[in-house]
Nanobody, 122 residues
Framework: HVQLVESGGGSVQAGGSLRLSCEVS????????IGWFRQAPGKQREGVAA???????YYADSVKGRFTISQDNAKNTMYLQMNSLKPDDTAMYYC?????????????????WGQGTQVTVS
């Protein structure tokens, strides 16, 4: 079993930056692919970024060039650096993990989820 705990959310003005963290514990072998999803009020949850075995990265078009996903294996922690934030980035952000041998932003591939951290951009 895998446990995921997010932190780093908050309120920021447009153009600002935030860094989200996701601490991973438990069966680390079940985390070939770790990603971030977000869900705004009244909208479906969408994939934001994912990282495969600490190397390959995937981004939604809406965040390319602004968000960077990274992983620190020594700390069992994954990060999402968010720059040039826009009001449209306002959402609950969720960390998710997948044991599959491929990676992407398909929600159905991720079997482990954190509780979420709120990001508000005004």
């Amino acid at each position: 079993h895998v446990q995921l705990v997010e932190s780093g959310g908050g309120s920021v003005q447009a153009g600002g930056s935030l860094r989200l963290s996701c601490e991973v514990s438990g069966s680390i072998g079940g985390t070939n692919c770790i990603g971030w999803f977000r869900q705004a009020p009244g909208k479906q949850r969408e994939g934001v970024a994912a990282i495969y075995r600490g190397a390959g990265t995937y981004y939604a078009d809406s965040v390319k060039g602004r968000f960077t996903i990274s992983q620190d294996n020594a700390k069992n922690t994954m990060y999402l650096q968010m720059n040039s934030l826009k009001p449209d980035d306002t959402a609950m952000y969720y960390c998710a993990a997948s044991p599959l041998t491929w990676c992407g932003l398909k929600e159905a591939d991720f079997g482990y989820w954190g509780q979420g951290t709120q990001v508000t951009v005004s």
